[in-house]
């Protein structure tokens, strides 16, 4: 059975950071492409970051370039998000999500993480 858990989740103000933790249970994430989304009250969910199978290329939204990172941690089959310079549009909730396929819908998805920043 597979199972994504995300931690990290909080409120912080506005230029502050959190790392957002997803542990994998019942798949190797070295084998999937995994992903962060978020969901903020009112709009649809969209994706943040993501990081691809073996190769560990990464992807990310225009909105967070150069604030957020993904990464993984092979050894703990846990995928981080390190958000940096947040702003009071990041407020959402994140999910943690991943697939094994290149193309396709994300197959496996967590319950999810608040993450509120004040101004």
């Known amino acids: 059975q597979v199972q994504l858990v995300e931690s990290g989740g909080g409120l912080v103000q506005a230029g502050g950071s959190l790392r957002l933790s997803c542990a994998a249970s019942?798949?190797?994430?070295?084998?999937?492409?995994m992903a962060w989304f978020r969901q903020a009250p009112g709009k649809e969910r969209e994706s943040v970051a993501a990081?691809?199978?073996?190769?560990?290329?990464?992807s990310y939204a225009d909105s967070v370039k150069g604030r957020f990172t993904i990464s993984r941690d092979n050894a703990k089959n846990t995928v981080y998000l390190q958000m940096n310079n947040l702003k009071p549009e990041d407020t959402a909730v994140y999910y943690c999500?991943?697939?094994?396929?290149?193309?396709?819908?994300?197959?496996?998805w967590g319950q999810g993480t608040q993450v509120t920043v004040s101004s």
């Open positions: 999500a991943g697939k094994a396929t290149t193309t396709g819908k994300y197959t496996y």
């Open positions: 019942g798949l190797n994430i070295l084998l999937y492409h």
């Open positions: 990081i691809s199978r073996i190769s560990s290329s990464t």
